[in-house]
């Protein structure tokens, strides 16, 4: 049966990464019977151009249809002026949200050969493997109400909502779970129960689901904390699980313990594990068009959708021993380039890791 791909570019660097993407998943398909088939649309500032929103319904419907999707990345200066409610991210938001995709699975692993390219001390980063389990459709990013507004006294105001209900935090607490389950077995929820209300019922739901999971070992950790902790000692860290917000900062940060966020590939998942998959990183205006960015996290992401949402572990192994050959090779994109290392384009990053894939 084929697999229905759809693939988003999306703005500034993201048509670029995606091409190499893609070549990379064409090679894969062929060389383990994969039968895909891909269609393109467009999402966030490039969607806004073409339809006039950010994710326009047929989009949605398409992406609805799709086995999973391919992401690039949104945003852009081009799009800073226009209405708030039609901003590149919206487009980004929505389809998470509409398509479910509650769990979110960033995991920040330090290639050997690029201990150097980190700001930590190669002896703090080296070996380390954490898996970030960020919620994506709820808290801050989704709670109503929100508003801008002016107050009697003529000053303006603005205010978001943290709400996270018991279902919520109980189906992404059982993600964190089941992957620290098949790794290695620890689990650090991270909240700020000290202060936020949401942060104490998150605390006592993932309580709750630790009784079914004997075998991980859960500790509870303040987001304050856990940054501090990340930069500290990050290998203390198996799998974290956290809210919407406090992993996209968290997730950040760890991705510098690793050289570079351009080497941080996503998955965002629902229920059924259908998937969403795209870099970590953002769309990068100032270097777009210019064929330096790195393609190695969209290239990564394509592995972890063969990986989950398609259970192909041969085909997603390959994809990732490639780049490990790439790495070894000495070919580095700007972002992570070291002495001695060969600095090379977005499209012969690509071709590198295409060339290992095919000669495995
Ligand atoms: C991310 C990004 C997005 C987020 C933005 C682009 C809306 O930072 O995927 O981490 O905040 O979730
Ligand atoms: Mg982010």
């Known amino acids: 049966m084929s697999k ?15 091409a190499e993407a893609v070549k990379v998943l064409d090679v894969a398909s062929e060389k383990y ?9 467009d999402l966030g500032g490039a969607a806004y151009d073409r339809y006039g929103t950010p994710l326009a319904d047929e989009t949605l419907e398409r992406a ?17 002026t226009i209405d708030p409610a039609l901003r590149p991210e919206r487009g980004l938001l929505k389809i998470r949200s509409q398509l479910e995709l509650f769990g979110n699975l960033r995991p920040a692993l330090l290639y050997p050969q690029l201990a150097e ?26 709670g109503q109400p929100r508003e801008r507004r002016m107050l009697d006294n003529g000053e303006r105001q603005a205010y978001d909502t943290l709400p996270y209900s018991e279902s919520e935090i109980r189906r992404i607490a059982t993600v964190g779970f089941d992957m620290a389950r098949l790794r290695g077995k620890k689990l650090c929820s991270v909240d700020k129960a000290n202060v936020l209300a949401s942060s104490q019922l998150w605390r006592e739901v993932v309580e709750e689901v630790a009784k079914d999971y004997p075998d991980v070992e859960l500790s509870h950790m303040y987001v304050d904390n856990a940054a501090m902790q990340l930069v500290r000692a990050p290998k203390q860290f198996d799998v ?56 190695l996290a969209t290239i990564l992401s394509v592995s972890m959708m063969l990986r989950y949402s398609f259970a ?47 000669n495995l």
């Open 4 to 18: 229905k791909i759809l693939v988003l570019p999306g703005d500034g660097i993201g048509p670029e990464i995606v």
């Open 240 to 295: 974290i699980v956290t809210d919407n917000m406090f992993g996209d900062i968290l997730s950040d940060q760890a991705s510098m313990l690793t050289g570079s966020i351009g080497m941080l590939p996503s998955a965002s998942l629902n229920v059924q594990n259908k998937g969403m998959y795209e870099p970590c990183h953002g769309s990068a205006p100032d270097i777009a068009g210019q064929g330096i960015a790195n393609p």
């Open 312 to 358: 192909e572990a041969a085909a997603a192994d390959a994809i990732e021993q490639a780049v490990s050959q790439v790495l070894d090779q000495g070919l580095r994109t700007g972002d992570i380039m070291a002495a001695g290392c060969r600095q090379v384009g977005t499209r012969e990053m690509g071709d590198a890791v295409v060339a290992a894939l095919k």
């Open 117 to 142: 390219a980190s700001t930590l001390k190669p002896e703090v980063v080296s070996g380390l493997d954490i898996l970030i389990v960020r919620e994506l459709t709820g808290g801050i990013y989704f």
């Open 33 to 41: 019977g994969l039968g895909v088939e891909l269609s393109y649309d």
């Open 64 to 80: 609805r249809q799709a086995d999973a999707i391919l992401l690039g990345a949104v945003g852009g200066p081009k799009w800073d």
